[in-house]
C-alpha cells in the first residue's frame, strides 16, 4: 500500500489518507484482512503526525472500513455487498452534489450538464 499526502491541498492530511485507504478498499486494490502498516511507520514515512494518522485510521474505523484486533493492529474489514454499495452511492452522491453545484452557478442546464456527462461516461 503507498499513501501520499499534499501539505498543499486544502483537504487536512487524515481526511487525505481516509479517502485513499477508503477507495482502495471499496475497489478491492486492498483487499479484506490486509494488515495496513503501523501508525507510528505512516507517520515516519509521511511526515506528518501520529494523531493525523490515528484520526484518520479511527475515521476508517468508525466507518466499518478497518477493523482492530487488539495487539495485532489493523486490517481492512470485510465488507459485505449491501455496506460496499451504501458507501459509494454516499462518495457518488457527495461527488454530484458537488457537480451540480458547480453545474447550478456556472448556469449550466440540466440538459446540458446530463450530456456533459454522458459524453464523458
Known amino acids: 500500500m503507498r499513501l501520499s ?3 498543499n491541498d486544502k483537504t487536512p492530511i487524515y481526511r487525505q489518507l481516509y479517502e485513499q485507504i477508503a477507495s482502495d478498499v471499496l475497489t478491492g486494490a ?4 490486509t494488515p495496513l502498516p503501523p501508525i507510528r511507520t505512516v507517520s515516519k514515512e509521511l511526515g506528518v503526525s501520529m494523531i493525523t494518522v490515528r484520526n484518520a485510521w479511527d475515521m476508517l474505523e468508525r466507518d466499518g472500513y ?7 493492529g489493523c ?8 455496506h460496499r454499495k451504501s458507501r459509494v452511492d454516499e462518495r457518488l ?4 452534489d458537488a457537480l451540480v ?8 442546464d440540466r440538459t446540458s450538464l446530463l450530456a456533459l456527462i454522458e459524453e464523458r461516461y
Open 5 to 7: 499526502v499534499n501539505p
Open 30 to 33: 486492498i483487499a479484506p484482512g
Open 66 to 72: 478497518l477493523v482492530t484486533r487488539a495487539g495485532s
Open 75 to 82: 486490517f481492512v474489514a470485510v465488507l459485505n455487498e449491501t
Open 93 to 96: 452522491c457527495t461527488a454530484v
Open 101 to 108: 453545484s458547480d453545474a447550478k452557478s456556472l448556469g449550466v
